[in-house]
């Protein structure tokens, strides 16, 4: 028998095994280890929804024993498959807290933030699932610095921060386009985007900061009264400088060359 019609026919093995009448008969049973060897096959059928709901009280009716820890680590795992990554992500984190040092910690680790990580929204909204997602998987590097799934972790890790730098870049763009409105939101411009920079300094994000930091000033210097005009512009200068050392071969040279040359006729009145 090839390899090919082998696979098929467990699959099709697999699948009868977990029909929808014995799915039935399992909601109705009391019998943990019935629940559990059908969770089993259920998932290996990729039925998880159904291995998640087999999985129900299973590990309670175990207590403490070592299948207690297989049913709950299955369950989480067959909720992160099902792509319900917050549910997969608590029960990860019951299992860690019953079985700190079960059989499937490190991978109990890894998913419940990995799965925080692929459940991260979108920048212009609520970040709190990024926060925890970064949390979770810096728990992970912490506890298993060893681990073959340490690169995976730190890569998802430093995409959550650019999605937090890009929600701060988003924020300081909005404050700059408001430009005197109700006050000076150049200023609030800058303090966001220093503060972003501050946090994370290796995003890819840091060179628009930094540009914005620049027009801002530059901004804020031509709406400034007489007086400070050439203060400001002073400090336009100083902040063309530390953008060009840091990005000489930027691509927004232009504009930082047209703002340094008006600068540099104001500042030298």
Known sequence: ????????????????????????????STDPDYRLDYAKRAFEAKRYTQAATALENVPTAFRNSEKAEEALYLMALANYENQDYETSGNTFKLYNQRFPKGKY???????????YYLDSPDPQLDQT?????????????????RSDKVSIAQ???FELQDKLTLKQLENAQLYYNLGTYMGNNYESAI???????????????????????LKAKYQEARESVVEKKAERYAEVIDEYYSFINNYPDTPNRKEADNIFAIASRYAAK
């Not at 490190?106 to 998913?111: I, N």
């Not at 995003?203 to 930091?213: G, P, Q, W």
């Open 155 to 157: 890569n998802a890790i």
């Open 105 to 115: 910690a490190e991978l109990a680790r890894f998913y419940a933030g990995y799965g």
């Open 129 to 145: 699932g990024t926060y925890k997602a970064i949390e979770e998987l810096q728990a992970f590097l912490d506890l298993f610095p």
């Open 1 to 28: 028998m090839s390899k090919i019609v082998h696979i098929l026919l467990s699959i099709i093995a697999s699948a009868a095994l977990v029909s929808c009448g014995e799915y039935q008969k399992v909601l109705k």
């Open 191 to 213: 303090i966001v985007a220093r503060n972003a920079i501050k946090d994370y300094p290796y995003s890819k994000y840091k060179e628009d900061l930094e540009l914005l930091i």
